[in-house]
């Protein structure tokens, strides 16, 4: 949704190839590891702080997210809809 800059996209898409489909429509990311053959769940996960130390970490950039669980199937997750596990989620640094 290029007006309200936003973007779906599965946890295997390399960033190399979400950058370079942003560009198409005028977007790109807030900022981004140098290594862009990286998947996105996974920069995402290990909470990759990209370039230039006034930058939020990469996974601040996640607005929601959809899981899927052995027990409770798909949920989604938002800063509004389940914030706690939201934030949990986001980022897996254990």
Do not use: W
């Amino acid at each position: 949704d290029a007006k309200k800059k936003t973007v779906t996209v599965q946890a295997g898409i390399r960033v190399a190839e979400l950058v370079d489909a942003l560009r198409e429509h005028g977007l790109t990311l807030q900022n981004f590891a140098s290594i862009r053959e990286q998947q996105v769940g996974g920069i995402i996960q290990v909470g990759a702080h990209g370039i230039g130390a006034r930058l939020p970490p990469i996974d601040e950039q996640v607005i929601s997210m959809k899981l899927v669980t052995p027990a409770k199937g798909t949920i989604e997750l938002s800063r509004e809809k389940d914030p706690d596990l939201f934030y949990l989620a986001r980022c897996g640094l254990g």
